[in-house]
T-cell receptor
Framework: GENVEQHPSTLSVQEGDSAVIKCTYS??????FPWYKQELGKRPQLIIDIRSNVGEKKDQRIAVTLNKTAKHFSLHITETQPEDSAVYFCAARTFGNEKLTFGTGTRLTIIP | GAVVSQHPSRVICKSGTSVKIECRSLDFQATTMFWYRQFPKKSLMLMATSNEGSKATYEQGVEKDKFLINHASLTLSTLTVTSAHPEDSSFYICSARSGQNYGYTFGSGTRLTVV
């Protein structure tokens, strides 16, 4: 089955700087890659997603890039703010299978 | 947007009792429901996938007789933790998907504590 690895597990960034979180996946048939933000005790919230026919997608301060050849995708957050502090999860979905496989999570802390 | 209501948000039960968790899709038809378990500071681990009107498909290592899943309608799925033990204490989250929607909508989660 699909295996998703996520790095780093923790990340501290000065407010205003950029944060990058990287994920790799194992199944070349995966075609959908969402990123979720989860605050303590809350539900995961979709922040951005990308499909395999696109290399990059941007939504204001958040962007995701996908390299299908290398089987990795990254989340980029620019101009970070304290409210960006949370745990971020990447996930991958394989074509023909509805299941999402989640990465291990990154705890992002924005230092004021 | 799509909303999934999950109840209860918190429950404390005694060892040996059963607990039922409900997830309702409020404004769409949830053709598929996913049930996850999340330990503190850990990732979401898929327990089972259920399609409306069909038996749930459980992930390897998940006891189907302990974690009973029912998806009797397109708007309601339930997870029953039977004969709960302290090691079943965890955060349980559902996620619903409509066949017409590519996305996944998560419930708000249930914090189960077994004492």
């Amino acid at each position: 089955g699909e295996n998703v690895e996520q790095h780093p597990s923790t990340l501290s960034v000065q407010e205003g700087d950029s944060a990058v979180i990287k994920c790799t996946y194992s199944d070349s048939a995966s075609n959908y890659f969402p990123w979720y933000k989860q605050e303590l005790g809350k539900r995961p919230q979709l922040i951005i997603d990308i499909r395999s026919n696109v290399g990059e997608k941007k939504d204001q301060r958040i962007a995701v890039t996908l390299n299908k050849t290398a089987k990795h995708f990254s989340l980029h957050i620019t101009e970070t703010q304290p409210e960006d502090s949370a745990v971020y999860f990447c996930a991958a979905r394989t074509f023909g299978n509805e299941k999402l496989t989640f990465g291990t999570g990154t705890r992002l802390t924005i230092i004021p | 947007g799509a909303v999934v209501s999950q109840h209860p948000s918190r429950v404390i039960c005694k060892s040996g009792t059963s607990v039922k968790i409900e997830c309702r899709s409020l404004d769409f038809q949830a053709t598929t429901m996913f049930w996850y378990r999340q330990f503190p500071k850990k990732s979401l681990m898929l327990m089972a996938t259920s399609n409306e009107g069909s038996k749930a498909t459980y992930e390897q290592g998940v006891e189907k007789d302990k974690f009973l899943i029912n998806h009797a309608s397109l708007t309601l799925s339930t997870l029953t933790v039977t004969s709960a033990h302290p090691e079943d204490s965890s955060f349980y989250i559902c996620s619903a998907r409509s066949g017409q929607n590519y996305g996944y909508t998560f419930g708000s989660g249930t914090r189960l504590t077994v004492v």
